[in-house]
Antibody, heavy 121, light 108 residues
């Protein structure tokens, strides 16, 4: 069955970087893209961006453009999201989600369990 | 960027009642690429509806989606106890693929 398993909780100081992983299984990795969505405490869902697992093309949201890098490792069928220059308002649960198609404009059937990132001094 | 507005913010219902949730877009959603998700506390979102009106696999038929252009609706024909949650709409027709702020359906 399709599974997306994310890395554990992280606590970082302001200005630091965090890298969250998303290990996938149960489907052909390069047939579907990966998106990242975050959710601040008590808030709604915020789309961060998408990466093609086929060629590495990315599409980032303006809210994190310039601070985020999404990558994949096809040998381990894992996606990564690195966020730099962390601020307190980056404190959130970060989700990876598999698109229903190979392109970025798609809905999400499968989600990771979420990774809590806390930014605090 | 397409801004999605959801109403009401909170909907208080009793089991067995009908729920009608609205999602309005600031501009037309391309090809009606509009999805609905349900999220319970501490859980990842679950896809209910895609393409404005297609039910995802395994979703009970009491959930239905309708609408086009800028106005979309999620209807729960008779709310069951397990349906109380927050519901989000998302447009995936034009980047950035924005979410609405959510509608909380809670127990009256």
């Amino acid at each position: 069955q399709v599974q997306l398993v994310q890395s554990g909780a992280e606590v970082k100081e302001p200005g630091a970087s965090v890298k969250v992983s998303c290990k996938t299984s149960g489907y052909p990795f390069t047939n579907y893209g990966l998106s990242w969505v975050r959710q601040a405490p008590g808030q709604g869902l915020e789309w961060m961006g998408w990466i093609s697992t086929k060629n590495g093309n990315t599409n980032y949201g303006q809210n994190v453009q310039g601070r985020v890098t999404m990558t994949t490792d096809t040998s381990t069928t894992t996606g990564y999201m690195e966020l730099r220059s962390l601020r307190s308002d980056d404190t959130a649960v970060y989700y990876c989600a598999r698109t229903a198609a190979s392109y970025s404009g798609s809905y999400y059937i499968y989600w990771g369990q979420g990774s809590q990132v806390t930014v605090s001094s | 960027e397409i801004v999605l507005t959801q109403s009401p913010g909170t909907l208080s219902l009793s089991p067995g009642e009908r729920a009608t949730l609205s999602c309005r877009a600031s501009q037309s959603v391309s090809s009606n690429f509009l999805a609905w998700y349900q999220q319970k506390p501490g859980q990842a979102p679950r896809l209910l509806i895609y393409g404005a009106s297609s039910r995802a696999s395994g979703i009970p038929d009491r959930f239905s989606g309708s609408g086009s252009g800028t106005d979309f609706t999620l209807t729960i024909s008779r709310v069951e106890p397990e349906d109380f949650a927050v519901f989000y709409c998302q447009q995936y027709g034009s980047s950035p693929f924005t979410f609405g702020p959510g509608t909380k359906v809670d127990l009256k």
